[in-house]
């Protein structure tokens, strides 16, 4: 069965601090893919991050920084030098890639609040 | 850049009543779905669809619910009588080669 955690319900932080978000995964697929969606006051869901379970590489994008483990089944998430609007849910999510249209499964989230 | 929209973005309506919330998938897209999110919890899937057809339901999505895809371009999930425990943001989602596209969604209150 697929199943996401995410065991960190909430998390404060001061501005400009780094703060990882946990999450660990359960799959009894091979093949898959690993998301990370932030959801802001708004209530959308903003799409940052896709990873194939075969590229276990970790992954940059500005302040933002993926950690994925497969030995541990983990994919962290870290936003370094932490900024007010990064203030949101963040949600972990797997998917299993069996088919084109296989369901994403999402873990409970994190909220986050920074700090001024 | 091409992105999925849903009407309306908030929906009120009484216990029992009828309710159709709509969805236009981006255009090339093939794969539909329709996610759950009641306040304050996870996003739930509810259902996928391909070729006109359901691909996958979950448990939440009993008779209830049904999806149709009117006219090739709108995609519609439709609850036949309401209960307060619909009460949600629903989600409809499109994808073409393997990445679903989310929608701002829409919100249900039931009263």
């Known amino acids: 069965a697929q199943k996401v955690t995410q065991a960190q319900t909430e998390i404060s932080v001061v501005e400009k601090e780094d703060v990882t978000l946990d999450c660990v995964y359960e799959t009894r697929d091979t093949t898959y893919y690993l998301f990370w969606y932030k959801q802001p006051p708004s209530g959308e869901l903003v799409f940052l991050i896709r990873r194939n379970s075969f590229d276990e590489q970790n992954e940059i994008s500005g302040r933002y920084s993926w950690n994925f483990q497969k030995s541990t089944s983990s994919f962290n998430f870290t936003i370094t030098a932490s900024q007010v609007v990064d203030s949101a849910v963040y949600f972990c999510a797997l998917s299993e890639a069996r088919r084109r249209d296989d369901k994403i499964i999402f873990g409970k989230g994190t909220r986050l609040h920074i700090l001024p | ?111």
Request: proline fraction near 5%; aromatic fraction near 14%.
């Open chain 2, 1 to 111: 850049e091409p992105e999925v929209t849903q009407t309306p973005s908030h929906q009120v309506t009484q216990m029992g009543q009828e309710v159709i919330l709509r969805c236009v998938p981006i255009s090339n897209h093939l794969y539909f779905y329709w996610y759950r999110q009641i306040l304050g919890q996870k996003v739930e899937f509810l259902v996928s669809f391909y070729n006109n057809e359901i691909s996958e339901k979950s448990e939440i999505f009993d008779d209830q619910f049904s999806v149709e895809r009117p006219d090739g371009s709108n995609f519609t999930l439709k609850i036949r009588s309401t209960k307060l425990e619909d009460s949600a943001m629903y989600f409809c989602a499109s994808s073409g080669s393997g990445e679903q596209y989310f929608g701002p969604g829409t919100r249900l209150t039931v009263t």
